[in-house]
């Protein structure tokens, strides 16, 4: 690898990941608001795999998914 991949690596590597930063906190805001939890604290298994690299890569959750995951923990 040279200087240049490694700097390009890294460069999109903050990018990115001060945008999911900026995103997580934006659905644990709301996730506060309206169940006055977070999903951590309830270990809700499927949003952590979903959206905090649980299960390795990141993947997509439903809004009905992400509801009832909540609720049925509360």
Not at 3 to 11: A, E, G
Not at 52 to 73: A, P, V, W
Request: hydrophobic fraction near 30%; charge should be negative; include cysteine.
């Amino acid at each position: 690898m040279t200087k240049r991949q490694f700097d390009s690596i890294v460069k999109r590597a903050v990018k990115y990941g001060n945008l999911y930063k900026k995103e997580i906190e934006k659905l644990e805001e709301w996730c506060d608001k309206k169940y006055e939890c977070n999903w951590s604290d309830l270990d809700c298994d499927n949003i952590i795999d979903s959206l905090e690299f649980g299960c390795g890569m990141l993947k997509t959750i439903s809004f009905e998914d992400f509801k009832q995951e909540i609720e049925s923990n509360i």
